[in-house]
């Protein structure tokens, strides 16, 4: 078959999987309907699971199982547009990694609110000004995200979703790299690029802000200042990559949880998260941690925070395997409260198991 006679078979078949797409198109604005009657969320993750399952499935090839998903991820962000646009908050501006792993999960088709800072992003989902939330919960160099973690202490937001991205720092600027006095970029980032920072500068001064996007943005405006960012900030702010992947490990990943107003139905791969706090006596974690035990609770995380509201007293936030709504978890927590002075259910979603 020639190049001609191929390309007319890609033409027919382009027009074909246009009528199929708005023969979707067409389902979708009937499911939107039946959504508004019963009041039922727009964004339903178990159901995107299993949907990413079922393709995963049936992709025989060749085309390659991450191009099919990125196709279906701006089908479903289509199918949210039809139903009812959703409103997404991220920690901006533009050009932060937030963003770009907001964009990764929900596409084009959604609006999108750059806000300034962690907390902020939890208040509108809270007020409903946002439907959904996206926000960094911990990276596999610098840990938990403190403001994150904080954050939970007095929201009432449910984690309803998590999200992987594999990320990678580059040195943004428009001077040479010798010729830098200041970096400016989040702590996170200086945590997770510690070692070649100090061995690159050794007298540039590093100066905490609330995004990359953000610390991209000052150095642009400023003589001799670069940036610790992804290179869709360089691209946006008229900065230079001076280096790239800059980061201490290569195997760099962070995880963004999705906040709503509602958590996920089970899908049978799931997490829970909790926050919780014990009294202070010898043992009180430990007691918590033998009950998982022997309800056969795998904990897949867990971090400290100190109360601000009573010296030497801690939240904890744990992430384990399960839904809350599993006879085991739903029997350990009730054996957990025991022990506990305070236990927040925070939400079950489902278990991220791909980078974005």
């Known amino acids: 078959m020639s190049l001609e006679e191929l390309r007319k078979r890609i033409d027919g078949l382009d027009l074909e999987l246009v009528k199929m797409l708005n023969e979707r198109a067409r389902v979708v604005i009937e499911i939107g309907k039946e959504k508004n009657r019963d009041a039922s969320p727009v964004y339903s993750p178990d159901r995107e699971k299993k949907v990413f399952a079922k393709l995963s499935e049936a992709n025989e090839g060749p085309l ?41 999960k929900f596409g084009q088709s959604v609006e999108y609110e750059s806000l300034t800072d962690i907390r902020g992003i939890f208040s509108e989902v809270s007020k409903g000004h946002c439907d959904l939330g ?11 995200v403190i403001e994150t973690l904080d954050s939970f202490t007095d929201s009432d937001v449910k984690i309803c979703a998590e999200v992987l991205m594999a990320i990678h720092h580059n040195i943004l600027a428009n001077c040479a790299l010798e010729e830098v006095e200041k970096i400016y970029s989040r702590p996170e980032v200086f945590a997770q690029c510690r070692n070649w920072l100090s061995a690159t500068f050794k007298e540039a001064k ?39 992947h800059i980061e201490d490990i290569s195997n760099n990943v962070t995880r963004f949880l999705i906040i709503g107003r509602e958590d996920a139905k089970p899908t049978g791969e799931d997490k829970t998260a909790i926050l919780f706090s014990t009294s202070h006596k010898a043992g009180a974690l430990a007691d918590v941690l033998d009950v998982m035990r022997k309800y056969g609770i795998n904990l897949t995380n867990i971090e400290s925070r100190p109360s601000q509201k009573r010296e030497w007293e801690y939240y904890f936030f744990m992430d384990f395997a399960g839904h809350w709504s599993d006879e085991n978890v739903k029997k350990g ?24």
Not at 72 to 91: A, D, K, N, Q, V
Not at 214 to 221: E, G, L
Not at 223 to 232: D, N
């Open 64 to 104: 390659p199982n991450k191009c099919l998903m990125a196709i279906w991820r701006e089908l479903m962000s289509g199918s949210f547009f039809l139903e009812r646009p959703l409103r997404i908050g991220y920690l901006g501006p533009q050009g932060s990694f937030s963003y770009t792993a907001a964009m990764l």
């Open 134 to 144: 996206l926000v960094p919960i911990e990276n596999t160099t610098g840990g938990g």
């Open 206 to 244: 590093t100066i905490p802000v609330a995004s990359t996007a953000r610390a991209a943005q000052m150095a642009a405006s400023e003589l001799k200042a670069a940036a610790i960012g992804s290179s869709v900030a360089a691209e946006l702010y008229g900065l230079n990559v001076i280096c790239e």
């Open 333 to 356: 927590l009730e054996k957990v409260r025991e022990h506990c002075l305070q236990l927040s259910v925070l939400g079950s979603f489902p278990k991220a198991t791909e980078l974005l």
